[in-house]
């Protein structure tokens, strides 16, 4: 197996290619015009070729030397943007969350580029999935899941009340005036929206507010909670929500609520989760503490 040049004499080979000159590529270096002549001489004297044309006061490259310093040059380039990558990789420090679509976009992403102003040294990588996460098996720092208070084998800190509530559009509600608190029974006459993800919300609204003859099955099924928001917005039907999650709507009155009562599910609400071990993360600590603040300070509606 041939042996590689050393790193010291392609390196000044590189840099008297550049400059074609010793003194100047000796100046860049750091070292004498002498030591860059040996340098030089060796990888020539290694590589059995010549790579300059010396003339009493130049030096040009051979046609070899020429095709050679095109490849030096990109192996160098190379080297210096993986130097540049992994120093800036360890400058900016990086958390990888888990959560839910509906949750990332009508509650967190809202709210997160006030942490990254405070930090702009960390990147808060956020992915959404319906699954339940494994520190043990998963690269994932921590996670927001919907549920009762999770097991004291990980940490967890409450965030936001999980309360239902119907929702539509001003405009549905002024084509249905019968949508009220005295006559909540008119949902038997509209579309109710669902997500599949929370299939029995209906269920749970209609049957703590005691109202009867209302299939809380039927209607218009969405993937997420997300859409079937979006689809109350338009004027498809009424939305049961997560109040927390369309605070936004009902402050601006994108959606409103025909019904006063308001579903509230107590412990099973959203947890932010970790292994007990990542407090000892300064990155995931600010993100905590970042986190519990915008949760106490989140506005009712």
Wanted: glycine letters at 4%; charged letters at 20%.
């Amino acid at each position: 197996m041939r042996t590689l040049p050393s790193l010291n004499a392609l390196r000044a080979f590189e840099v008297c290619g550049r400059l074609l000159s010793v003194q100047l590529a000796a100046n860049e270096l750091n070292v004498t015009p002498a030591a860059v002549s040996r340098q030089i001489k060796l990888l020539e004297d290694q590589l059995g070729m010549q790579l300059f044309e010396r003339g009493h006061r130049s030096m040009t490259l051979t046609a070899v030397g020429e095709r050679y310093l095109a490849d030096i040059v990109r192996g160098f380039e190379t080297m210096r943007t993986a130097t540049i990558n992994l120093t800036e990789a360890r400058r900016r420090r990086t958390l990888k969350i888990r959560g839910y679509t509906t949750f990332a976009m009508n509650w967190l992403l809202p709210r997160l580029s006030t942490f990254h102003r405070d930090h702009p040294d960390i990147e808060v990588i956020f992915t959404t999935s319906l699954q339940p996460v494994d520190f043990k098996t998963e690269d994932v720092d921590a996670a927001i899941r919907l549920s009762h208070a999770p097991s004291s084998d990980i940490g967890s800190d409450r965030l936001v009340p999980n309360e239902l509530v119907p929702v539509c559009s001003a405009d549905f509600l002024r084509a249905h005036p019968d949508l009220n608190d005295a006559t909540p029974a008119a949902l038997s006459k509209v579309t109710l929206l669902h997500s599949l993800a929370r299939r029995e919300d209906w269920a749970k609204w209609l049957d703590a507010a005691e109202v009867r003859g209302v299939n809380p099955l039927g209607g218009l099924s969405y993937e997420s909670s997300v859409l079937a928001y979006a689809a109350a917005v338009q004027g498809h039907g009424v939305a049961i929500a997560q109040r927390v999650l369309v605070a936004d709507q009902l402050r601006d009155g994108t959606l409103v609520t025909p019904f006063s009562f308001v579903l509230d599910l107590g412990a099973f609400t959203y947890y932010l989760v970790y292994p007990h071990e990542h407090l000892q993360k300064p990155e995931f600590a600010s993100f905590r503490d970042w986190l519990l603040s915008v949760s106490a300070a989140s506005p009712d509606v």
